[in-house]
């Protein structure tokens, strides 16, 4: 169901939403301390940068305007200002967004990624204007692993073929992903750490051998080989979401592919799940909620992720299959739609609730 890898690079360019250049000036460098008065949850390394989709900024200001610098030519954005989006930034390259002509009150910015860009780093270089004091964290946090069902690869479109209406990345929009929508609904800070095309074991149609989501999984900037993202401490998610596994099995294996029947596949994605599983529960101790996801009614990913919980014999991880006759997946190339997130994020806000004490 995820393109490769190539033909996400290979997308359409996206048509300029709001001509950034209307309403920004050249940006400055970025001050030191620029992330000393904004709130994210996100991987962000210590000078602002950071490659995952759905990572956010958030601040105060008082009076009738602020600045916003990013420097990002690759993604696309969402300035939100007491929570309403003001502009689209469309792979704005490094420039100060200013939105002018507020009321003369106390606001909140919000800066957000909206798209992928796992072969480039996006830097965040602060507010600028009367800023005030970082708004404080949120005490429950969750988060969302997955691939591009989790990204919310292509959910603005409504038609499965995006190459017409602006390409993948312009009708992409992590903020509106179920994972997003269901931690606003929660009062939730999160992460979405979620990869187009990569499987478990296995990427899209078998695409870049010898790689995999756990190649990435660890790092800050996709695009360094090696890098490991250094948690500030703060990150101690009460929840974890993983989706891993349509890419795995949504294509047939090919010729000289190292699985030679669909039965090894199964079985070295069942070893990887449960190497995965540990690696979250040594990181975040033995309290953390682990829910592992499959969209799929039955078949073999739904059975392996099904196996994968019930060999688990954790309390504290459980198997959610949120297949739905209602979904539509009329996003790009047969994902999931807006309607379909709103309704994915429904069913998870129903399914946490059943879950016992999570916060």
């Known amino acids: 169901?995820?393109?490769?890898?190539?033909?996400?690079?290979?997308?359409?360019?996206?048509?300029?939403?709001?001509?950034?250049?209307?309403?920004?000036?050249?940006?400055a460098e970025a001050a030191p301390g620029a992330l000393d008065r904004a709130h994210t949850a996100g991987r962000v390394t210590k000078s602002g940068q950071y490659s995952w989709p759905g990572v956010y900024f958030e601040g105060r200001f008082r009076g009738t305007s602020v600045g916003v610098t990013v420097n990002d030519a690759a993604s696309y954005y969402d300035v939100q200002i007491d929570g309403r989006t003001v502009a689209t930034l469309a792979k704005p390259g490094r420039i100060t967004y200013w939105a002018r002509g507020l009321s003369n009150a106390e606001h909140r910015v919000r800066l957000v990624k909206r798209s992928e860009s796992p072969w480039s780093a996006g830097e965040f270089g602060g507010f600028t204007g009367a800023v005030l004091a970082r708004p404080a964290a949120r005490t429950r946090q969750i988060e969302f692993i997955g691939d591009s069902l989790t990204a919310g690869y292509g959910n603005l479109s409504t038609t499965r073929d995006c190459s017409a209406n602006g390409g993948v990345d312009q009708n992409t929009n992590a903020d509106l992903s179920f994972g997003a929508l269901t931690a606003r609904a929660l009062n939730a800070d999160y992460q979405i750490n979620a990869f187009s095309g990569r499987g478990m074991v296995r990427n899209y149609n078998g695409g870049e051998p010898g790689t995999s989501y756990r190649t990435y999984y660890d790092r800050a900037l996709l695009n360094i080989d090696g890098d490991v993202w250094q948690n500030p401490g703060t990150w101690r998610p009460q929840l974890v979401v993983v989706g891993l596994g349509t890419n795995d099995f949504s294509t047939a294996l090919r010729p000289g592919e190292q699985w030679p029947t669909t039965e090894s596949l199964v079985a070295a994605y069942k070893s990887a799940y449960h190497e995965f599983l540990d690696k979250l529960r040594a990181r975040y101790g033995s309290t953390t909620m682990i829910v592992v996801s499959v969209p799929e009614a039955s078949g073999t990913f739904a059975d392996a992720v099904r196996q994968v919980a019930q060999e688990r014999a954790d309390s504290r991880v459980r198997h959610w299959n949120y297949a739905d006759p209602a979904l539509d997946r009329l996003g790009c190339d047969w994902h999931f739609s807006q309607h379909d997130h709103r309704l994915i994020s429904g069913l998870l806000n129903d399914y946490i609730a059943k879950l016992g004490p999570v916060w």
């Open 1 to 27: 169901m995820s393109p490769s890898l190539t033909a996400r690079r290979s997308a359409r360019p996206a048509l300029v939403v709001l001509v950034a250049a209307l309403l920004c000036a050249p940006a």
